[in-house]
Nanobody, 120 residues
Framework: QVQLVESGGGSVQAGGSLRLSCAAS????????MGWFRQAPKKEREEVAT???????YYADSVKGRFTISQDNAKNTLYLQLNSLKPEDIGMYYC??????????????WGRGTQVTVSS
């Protein structure tokens, strides 16, 4: 069983930055993937960024060049650096974990989320 706890959300003005963290406990798969999803009000959840066990990454087109996903294996922590934030980035951001590789990823575990709000 894997538990994921997100932190770092908040309210910023457009153009600002946030750094989200996801602390993982339990045993991940050897070929793991970890990612960030977000869900805005009245919208479907979307995958924002994902990283796998060999550090291959995926980014949604809407965040490329602005968001960066990274991991600290020693701390069992996943990060998402959010720069140049826009109002359309508003949403609840969820950490997820599962197995890979990136091209065949499946997410099995989810955190409870951290809220990101961007004011224009």
């Amino acid at each position: 069983q894997v538990q994921l706890v997100e932190s770092g959300g908040g309210s910023v003005q457009a153009g600002g930055s946030l750094r989200l963290s996801c602390a993982a406990s339990g045993s991940l798969y050897a070929r793991y993937v970890m990612g960030w999803f977000r869900q805005a009000p009245k919208k479907e959840r979307e995958e924002v960024a994902t990283i796998d066990y060999v550090s291959n990454t995926y980014y949604a087109d809407s965040v490329k060049g602005r968001f960066t996903i990274s991991q600290d294996n020693a701390k069992n922590t996943l990060y998402l650096q959010l720069n140049s934030l826009k109002p359309e980035d508003i949403g609840m951001y969820y950490c997820a974990a599962g197995w890979g590789p990136l091209s065949q990823r499946e997410f099995l575990y989810w955190g409870r989320g951290t809220q990101v709000t961007v004011s224009s």
